[in-house]
């Protein structure tokens, strides 16, 4: 018997996460109807009984593993597996909720001009996480952010969190786009690690001339911050040294993206107050992130 092809493929990357991902699979599993899907787990050789879960309750998910060279690269592996139109990347620190797949979905199909999409990401405390829906980090909008504490105007925090509209940069943990579209991007950069790969994938689908949406008439729950080990009850399974790197990573990521693709853009002088405030952003972490380890 020869299965349908799926009209959504879920990729999501795990390590050493197997309480939060069994938790988002059992969401997916109540609403998987709503849409014909696969889903893909990208392991990255977890060791605290992760994999073993997924081949006892999970056999109907599609098992890659690891290791896994970041985000961008556990992501990618994917890319031969699919077989679905559309591709969500979806973190495996989220909850799923009714209607999320087939409102987005048909969301999309209904307008051609759209290259990624998200739904409206909801925190524990039942606020929006305003890193759904964000601006490029230009000059002008990274330096109002870096030194005059200025986020609303890169978090679109004047604009209703309720309403549908375009932005210029979504979030991670839920990135719908198509296997058309990313084939013409090439996927993830795999210069990025553990953060900016979201900020850059945006990028480059809006320099295909198509719109990044924002959609908030679904949600889902994202316990942000419990895959990388940065919330007390799962940061005892993530190594100190790897929680510094990651932190660091996240700031050598907007270097990485400002020179990518902002660099020639701008003047030289521009460029360089610029990596200045990365400079001192980067210093200013590395110490915040001492006095709290």
Known sequence: MIKSKPKLSIIILNHNT???LENCLNSIKKVKQEVPMEIIVSDNDSNDGSVEMIKQKFQWVKLIQGPNIGFSNGNNRARKYVR?????FLNSDTLVYKDVFSKTIRYFDNHSDIGALTCKLVLENGTLDKDARRKFPTPWTSLKRLFLNSGNNYWYNNIDENRIHEVEAIQGAFFLTTKEILDKVGWFDEGYQWAGE??????QISQLGLKI???????L???????????????????????????????????????????????VVLNYVVLLGISLLRFARLVKFKVNN
């Open 198 to 203: 979201d900020l850059d994938l945006s990028f």
């Open 18 to 20: 197997k309480e939060l």
């Open 213 to 219: 949406i924002y959609y908030p008439k679904v949600k």
């Open 84 to 88: 679905g139109k559309y591709i969500l």
């Open 221 to 267: 729950l994202h316990l942000k911050g419990a895959s990388m080990g940065k919330i007390k009850r799962t940061s005892r399974n993530v190594d100190p040294k790897v929680k510094l790197a990651r932190v660091m990573q996240g700031v050598d990521s907007m270097e990485y993206f400002y020179r990518k693709n902002m660099w020639s853009k701008y003047p």
